[in-house]
């Protein structure tokens, strides 16, 4: 039975709201630090947990995940980011906020000095963050902004979603 009278819980997941602190990598990308590494569960295994999940959330994330496991199919995070927003028009102009934002706490095209799996990480937390009701931030707005910057950027060297491979 439910309590009436108890309040619903808020759930803020801690490390990703607009007060995160701010991190600078050696190329001089700078972005919110990341409280997780999401781009290094298993794609295969994360692919796992969303496959038959029918919320829009949990079928873009399906389909970053199946980018994960081959990432020369561009065409999952063209599917993941028309699952979150349709509309092309809506989502540019959505994308387009974002960067704003981001032009004016850190610099324009800040974002193309960061590697693309910073970029899936931060979307996928976005996402789930988003699924689990945190309203810290506009969390699907956001994961459509680092979905495009994850389309227009590459990895980092030897890095891999899939094997072990030795820094470079």
Request: hydrophobic share 40%; net charge negative; proline share 4%.
């Amino acid at each position: 039975m439910v309590d009436k009278d108890k309040k619903e819980e808020k759930v803020v997941i801690e490390g990703i709201g607009k007060d995160a602190e701010v991190v600078t990598n050696a190329n001089g990308g700078k972005q919110s630090k990341s409280p997780m590494a999401m781009h290094l569960i298993d794609p295969f295994y994360l692919a796992q947990i969303f496959q038959f999940k029918t919320s829009v959330i949990s079928k873009a994330i399906y389909g970053i995940a199946r980018f994960m496991e081959d990432t020369t199919n561009i065409m999952h995070l063209h599917i993941a980011l028309h699952i979150l927003e349709p509309n092309e028009y809506q989502r540019l102009i959505r994308i387009a906020k974002v960067l704003q934002e981001g032009a004016s706490r850190y610099a324009p095209n800040n974002w193309r000095l960061i590697p693309q799996e910073e970029h899936i990480n931060h979307a996928l937390i976005h996402l789930l963050a988003a699924e689990m009701g945190d309203t810290q931030d506009n969390h699907i707005d956001h994961a459509l902004c680092r979905l495009m910057m994850a389309y227009a950027t590459e990895c980092s060297p030897n890095f891999s979603y899939t094997e072990y491979k030795e820094a470079g």
